[in-house]
Structure formats: C-alpha cells, structure tokens
C-alpha cells in the first residue's frame, strides 16, 4: 500500500532526512521524499493503520528538521 | 518570491547595511559589540533558534547547530582577543543566510518552470446540458459522454471526434510543432490543443485513465525514483557533516596539546579559529541540492521534447547506453505495410486478398491490417469461422466453408505444402485454399525518413552495436539493416525469442555497458521488461506500452531515441561535475583550513559560492533542446 502525502521542507539535506526518519517510523516499509516535488511517497506495512503512522512519520519528521511539515 | 523569502531578504538587506555602516562609523567598546550582535540577530536569530532546538532534541550534527558554533565561536574569540573584530561573525552568518535564499529561490523558481512546461493538465470539460454549455470537473465526466472542444481549448479526456474538422497541437505532447489534422471518426487524445475548429468528441476513458492523466502522473513522479548518484551523495552528506565536525573537536584540541607536551606555548586561539572554519565548511547542502536539481530539470527538459523518462534510475542507466536493439516492425519502418504483387495466382488477384484479407480478420498485426485495405471492403465477420492463429508463422480458418491458411514458408512446411519461394523483397504471405497451394501476396513495409540518420547519430554519441530484431524474413531483414547501418540482425524470431535474443546480449556484454531495446509498444512489453532500458515509442494513447517501458516517446521518430541518449548524458555529466568540484572545493577549503591559510571569510565563500555555481550548472540539464 503506497500512498503520497504533500510536504515542505527547505533545503535538500533537510529531505533527506525526513526520509531517513520516515523509514524508521514502525510501520513504514519504505518511504522516498521527493525534494523537487515537495512529495512524500509512504509505503505501508500489511496491516497498519495509516492515519496513526503518518502521526508518528510527521513527528519523527519534526525532531529532525524543525521547520518541515507533513499534510496528511 | 514567496513571503518566507522576501522577509529573509528584507532581514540580509537591514543586516547587510548596518555592518558596511558600522565599519565607516567608529563605535568603540560595548555599543559596539551591541550593535554588531544587533546585526547578527537580525541575519540569524532563526538558525540560533534552530540549533537549540536541535540540541534538545538530540541533533546535534545539523547544519544550524554548526554555523551557530562557528559564529558565535568567532565572537567569543573577537571579546577574548579584544579586537572588537565582529565582522567575520556576522558576515559568515549573512552569507550563509544569502545561500540559503538563493537556493530556495532556485529551486521553486525551476520546480515552477519545469512544471508549467509539463502544464497539459486540462482545467474543466464543456458537457452540454440542456442545450447550454457547462464546465464540470474532467473527473466527473463519465465513459460515453458528449463534450465539446472549442477552438483554443486542451482536450481533456481522450475519445473520438463525432463531429468537426480541426487541426490539433500536440507539441506539449510529443514535441512536434506540426499540427495534426483531425476529422469525423478520429481518435483525439487528451493534453493537445484544438486549434481551428470546433469538436464533438465522444469520450472513451475516464479522466483518471486518459492520456493525460498517465503522462502527469508519470512525469511528476518521476524523480521519486533516485539513482545511485543520488543515493551516493544522501550517504555521502550522512558521513560528511560527522567526519567534519570530529576533524574540527580535534583541530581545537589536539595540536594545542602536543604542542604544550612539546613544552611550546599552546596557541589555543590559532587552533580554535581554524576549527571554527572547519564547522563552516561542513555543510553538505550545496551538494545535496545540486544532484535532484540536475536530474529533475534533465527530466523536465526531456519531457518538453516529447521524451518522457520514468525516473532518475533510468536517466543514469540510459547515459551509459552502449548497445541499441531495434525491433523493425513499427520503429525503424513505417509498419504501414502495403500489398505490392501477388505473384503464382491459381485464382482471381482479389479473391486471394479476399480470402486472406478474411482468414487475417481478426488479427491487429500490420500485416491484417494491409491485407484488409488491399481488399477495401468492408469485412464480413459471418463468413470466417474456426480461426487459428499459429503464432509468429501465420493464420488457418474457414472462409466460406474452404479451409483457408495464410502466413510464411514455415506455416506451409508445417501443413506439408510445398510453397513457391519469392524473389522480391518484402512480407511474403503464401496462400493455401482446401490444402492447396494458391500463390503469394508481397507485402513490404517503408523505412522512416529518420532512420538511417538516427543510426549514424548513435555511433557519434558512442553506440558501439546496432542490432535489429525482427519476425519477417531474412530477406527483408538484411534489406533493412543494410540501408541503415545496423550491424547485426536476427531475423524471423517468434516474440518468445526476442526475449531470448536479448538476453543472450545482455550476457555478453560488460555490466557497465548497458542495452537498451526499442520497441513499438505492440507485443512486445516483455523485452521493453528485460532490456536494461525498455524505450516504447509512438506510445501516444497506448497504455501498455507506457506502462512496460522505462522511457516514452510520444511519437515515432527515431531520431528522439538519439536525444534521449544526449539528454542523459549531458545531465549525468552535469550531476558529475556538481559532485566533483563540489566535494574538490570543500575538501581544498578543508585542507587550507587546517594549515590556516584559509580564513572564515574564504570558507563562507567556498560554501556558498560553491552552492551557487553548482546550483546555476544544475539548471543547465533544462535545456536539450539543441541536442
């Protein structure tokens, strides 16, 4: 299950690691940031809930680059 | 400029004025250092704000906690030394502040200017309702639906034109600035532009499944799958701001010691300041941005010239193309086939057509289709019954209660008739009525205008092998690939062996050479598969060619396939040259840093510099159009 969220981040590194953090969210099975797009494209574990790992993948975001912002 | 980066300039510009003002008026003491930390803040309080909250947080290598460190390292030093020398702090903290915006204006201003090139999206569809026009949104629009496109609109869904005459521009499709004419009964597809009149179109997909829809989805996400540059330089950042900010604890620390074991004096100022450069110079990000940067304008550019590549994967891939494999059929002829002779007839000319024409019916191979327009009436489905393709050789069925076969030699070998072999080249279609040898039909196809110059283009560009495949016969094929240039050619393959072909290619060649397959998107999505690059073209309005390929070409012109070559190879020279002179740079900066040669000053220069060029050399990958 794959589902692309909107984002915004500054700089290209920052994208990076949003993605770095992303990954390790539970329940994420793989997730590309797309700097030049200002996407997030989230693959999903079988069985998780969306909505409650996207919370987790924007707050992982967050203590890693302040200033970024998921749009679930 | 959007308002986040018109208050940064506005905050530069203040922050800028008052450190050239404060260096003619001569402030001593602490008003001073009040208004040179005045200045600072203005530039920098957000990055100071950033870095504690980064500290809290556990982050400690981020870029806002490093330039922080640097600066307000440099200040610290200014007071201890009692210099009063504030400038250096404020003004690495503007230029980088000045990087920043530049980047960030850069970076929207081409994801703005790439996008609007791709800018196809149809906005409404006109459906009339009760005799008035309406605009509704296309993705209300269902299958079967009357919409009306007037002179200057895009065509938002794809259908087939009920009434009207008109000429369509497809440049922003296919790149071709030659319009199309259109009538009654013809296919549209979504995306072009109606020109001159005005058309009926009954709709034949949904939204979602037009044209245009695909092409969108496809080119946005396109950059979503990174190639191993990318990958090479997310890592490389990983390591990087670390390895720089543990060189620079040991730059402070460490000659100082030694120097005191040596019973010298330590000299903690000299080794500090010189570690505080060190932190300037380990921000990652202008190396970071210049390689998507590089490969999304590659692609956007490429996608103006009606090449559409599915990621920057492929992008990488396509650069280091060293073998080219044709299908015929379609890519480098016409695959217009028509009916030239029909030679050794036991019965009337037009009824071998006939019963050819009848026996091929249901087939949507080329050859049919000819065979179908040499009879020029209408088919009659009732007639024909038992069909039985045999793949790759031909056709068997009843017409007309006669058992009818058509296709090659091979097909009356299997049936044992003895064909009468032809001299000219072309297509041969051998008829059998009631087991009956009856005559052949020669069918030859023309080659593209474009494509002998297209072969000679690849071996500029460093194609080392040409190789064409095909299921006609030999003759043909050696025909073919002699008026070309084409080096090899293997000829009368069955689909299942064009597959097996290229392998056999893949396996004999270096990894580092890379085979791409061209194909016509008709049967042959299984190879576009397995080549390392699977290129379809004249894919507008076939979805499964756009789907089994890595790289679309909206039209047939084989010349695109030589551009799309350059395209890759300019942009992955581009994304070279960003990683080399950025990382030689900094890693130069690094070392005249260390031996303190290189002041503060320099290294926000290199930074940002660095950044800039490596930016503005990233943009260049947009324009391919001379290519």
Redesign the interface.
């Known amino acids: 299950m794959k589902k692309t969220y909107g984002i915004e981040v ?4 920052c994208a ?1 690691k949003m ?2 953090a992303a990954r390790k969210t539970e329940g994420v099975k793989d997730c ?1 940031v ?6 997030m ?1 989230v693959e999903f574990q079988e069985g998780a809930d969306r909505n409650s790992v996207m919370e987790n993948v924007r707050n992982n975001c967050k ?2 680059e ?2 970024c912002e998921v749009f679930i | 400029m959007n308002r986040k980066q018109r208050i940064m300039l506005i905050r530069i510009l203040i922050s800028a004025a008052m450190v050239i003002a404060l260096s003619f008026i001569p402030v001593t003491g602490l008003p001073r250092f009040v208004l040179y930390m005045l200045s600072y803040l203005i530039v920098g309080y957000d990055i100071l704000r950033k870095a504690i909250k980064g500290i809290i947080r556990g982050q400690v290598f981020d870029e806002c906690f490093l330039m922080a460190t640097a600066t307000v390292g440099a200040i610290a030093l200014a007071i201890y030394e009692r210099s009063g020398d504030y400038t250096e702090a404020v003004a690495v903290m503007l230029f980088y502040q000045i990087g920043e915006l530049f980047q960030s204006y850069a970076v929207g201003k081409s994801r703005k200017n790439i996008t609007e090139l791709m800018d196809i999206r149809p906005d409404y569809a006109n459906v009339e309702v009760n005799g008035t026009l309406e605009k509704v949104d296309p993705d209300d629009v269902g299958i079967g639906t009357i919409i009306i496109v007037q002179p200057g609109e895009k065509v938002p869904i794809d259908g087939v034109v009920i009434e009207g005459d008109s000429s369509l521009n497809t440049s922003a499709l296919t790149g071709e600035s030659l319009p199309r004419e259109i009538h009654q009964g013809d296919e549209i597809i979504s995306g072009s532009i109606n020109m001159t009149g005005l058309l009926k179109v009954r709709t034949t997909k949904e939204f979602g499944d037009s044209t245009v829809s695909k092409i969108l989805d496809l080119v946005e996400n396109a950059s979503s799958r990174k190639s191993k540059s990318e990958d090479f330089i997310s890592k490389f950042a990983r390591i990087y701001t670390p390895a720089v900010c543990l060189s620079a604890l040991a730059l402070a620390i460490l000659p100082p010691v030694v120097s005191m074991i040596m019973g010298g004096s330590a000299g903690w100022e000299v080794w500090i300041y010189r570690a505080l450069t060190f932190l300037v110079i380990s921000c990652p990000c202008a190396l970071v941005i210049s390689i998507p940067l590089s490969f999304f304008a590659g692609i956007g550019g490429a996608s103006n010239a009606g090449i559409l590549i599915k990621g920057s994967n492929y992008l990488e891939t396509l650069s280091k193309t060293k073998i080219v494999v044709f299908d015929k059929t379609g890519t480098l002829t016409q695959g217009v086939f028509e009916v030239n002779a029909i030679h050794h007839g036991t019965i009337d000319d037009e009824r071998i057509i006939e019963y050819a024409a009848l026996a091929e019916s249901a087939s949507s191979h080329p050859i049919s289709r000819s065979l179908q327009k040499a009879y020029g009436k209408a088919i009659d489905r009732s007639r024909v019954s038992h069909i039985e393709e045999i793949s790759g050789n031909g056709v068997k069925a009843i017409v007309d209660g006669h058992e009818i076969a058509c296709g090659n030699d091979k097909l009356m070998h299997l049936l044992g008739i003895e064909p009468i072999m032809c001299h000219s080249i072309g297509t041969i279609i051998h008829v059998a009525i009631d087991g009956i040898y009856s005559g052949h039909i020669v069918i030859s196809d023309v080659v593209k205008p474009h494509s002998a110059e297209a072969i000679q283009s690849l071996r500029k560009i460093g194609i080392r092998k040409a190789v064409m495949l095909t299921g006609d016969a030999k003759k043909v094929a050696e025909s073919v690939a002699e008026k070309l240039g084409i080096d090899t050619v293997y000829s009368e393959l069955l689909p299942a062996d064009k597959v097996d072909k290229v392998e056999e290619l893949i396996a004999s060649k270096s990894d580092d050479e890379k085979l791409v397959f061209v194909g016509d998107g008709i049967n042959d999505a299984p190879v576009l598969g397995r080549a390392d690059i699977g290129i379809a073209m004249g894919a507008m309005g076939s979805d499964a060619a756009i789907e089994a390929a890595d790289v679309v070409l909206m039209d047939d012109d084989p010349l695109k396939i030589p551009k799309a070559i350059k395209i890759s190879q300019k942009c992955l020279r581009i994304v070279y040259e960003n990683i080399v002179f950025a990382i030689g740079v900094k890693l130069i900066c690094l070392a005249l840093g260390a031996l303190g040669i290189a002041n503060m000053w320099l290294a926000i220069f290199a930074d940002v510099g660095v950044m800039i060029i490596a930016v503005l050399n990233a943009i260049r990958a947009l324009y391919v159009k001379s290519l």
């Not at chain 1, 500054?10 to 590194?13: H, I, L, S, T, V």
């Open positions: 500054d700089c290209a590194n990076n993605e770095n590309t797309n700097f030049m797009m200002q996407k494209i203590r890693v302040s200033d």
